[in-house]
């Protein structure tokens, strides 16, 4: 498959963290990065944000030496579905590890709606993957219950197996253009009308043939996992679903996100629209209640899921059928 790409600068290290987004993601992708490289001053990785268009970096944030990368798929994921949450900007993760092989070894992905609060990406960039081409953590529906089956596995026919959220996904580049993980996915997208979101594709390319990372990697933040985020130091809370800290009108979220991010935007994106932070916090019993309860109804599943981490870098190969 012919993928170009056209850069603002050469790579200056053989490892990368990578967001794509389009303009409308950009304000959030540009929140996170700043924070990575806030947490990582003698990084030895580079820090892209990479479109299909060519992307605007404020010159407020050129001290982090973010580089900008402008990838050109061609025809590879014409037709593809896109819904009102997901744009076709999603589909450029699978695009990733072919269009960059030239300038890295290693990539890793994140979605765009992520927080970034502690931890060593340098270790996590550098962690064992056993030999396989990815490596991600288990999607939430299975943090509980291991046993339970993805819908997509059912509609292919493929057996139950552990299920990967893509919001995170660290990369071996050689491992994933020899398994030819990028054709394979394209060619199942373009058989299953129904399948073709970049999660589900990757999910049945790799089924059983993935190592699984820590959670705290990718904190799917949800009412029944939110409680126990702060006892587990997660070091990237992942806002799945519709809320967001820019789009939170109930205040369902703990306030120190959208401050957090409201005096970014403020800084080095002045015309970006106002995030709410003005609302005096008020205690949602009903919710909390709610929260709780499920929390303690599922304290014993999620003690023996969490601990199968003993540290951040543990990871897990899925035997390959």
């Known amino acids: 498959m012919l993928i170009t790409t056209q850069s603002d600068r050469p790579a200056s290290a053989r490892r990368a963290v990578a967001f794509c987004c389009d303009g409308n ?28 268009a060519k992307l605007a970096i404020p010159d407020t944030l050129g001290r982090h030496g973010f580089r900008s990368v402008q ?40 979605d ?29 529906i299975q943090w509980r219950t291991p046993s339970r089956i993805a819908p997509e596995f059912k509609t292919v026919g493929l057996s139950n197996a552990p299920y990967f959220n893509s919001g995170v996904l660290l990369v071996d580049v050689a491992e994933w253009q020899r398994q030819d993980i990028l054709s394979r996915a394209v060619a199942i997208g373009r058989d299953h009308a129904l399948m073709r979101h970049d999660q589900t594709l990757l999910n049945i390319v790799l089924h059983q043939n993935w190592a699984e990372l820590s959670p705290v990697w990718n904190w799917q933040y949800s009412a029944q996992a939110r409680l126990f985020e702060p006892m587990m130091d997660a070091h990237i809370i992942h806002f799945i679903g519709s809320r967001k800290p820019w789009k939170d009108p109930e205040g369902e979220l703990p306030p120190r996100f959208a401050a957090r991010l409201a005096a ?58």
């Open 71 to 110: 990838i050109d798929t061609q025809s590879v994921f014409d037709g593809f579905g896109v819904d009102a949450r997901r744009t076709s900007a999603m589909y450029l993760r699978l695009a990733l590890p072919d269009a960059l092989a030239q300038d890295y070894d290693r990539i890793l992905y994140l």
């Open 264 to 321: 970014f935007l403020s800084e080095h994106l002045p015309g970006h629209p106002t995030i709410g932070t003005d609302r005096s916090p008020v205690l949602d019993t009903g919710l909390m209640r709610k929260m709780l309860v499920r929390h303690l109804m599922n304290l014993g599943k999620t003690q023996r899921y969490l601990s199968r981490f003993p540290t951040d870098t543990t990871t897990y190969p899925q035997e390959r059928p």
């Open 112 to 140: 765009s709606d992520i927080f970034v609060q502690s931890g060593s990406l340098s270790s996590l960039l550098g962690a064992n993957l056993h030999g396989h081409a990815l490596g991600a953590v288990r999607d939430n």
């Open 25 to 52: 993601y950009l304000p959030y992708a540009l929140f996170a990065a700043s924070q990575i490289a806030a947490l990582h001053p003698e990084r030895g990785f580079d820090i892209l944000l990479c479109d299909t």
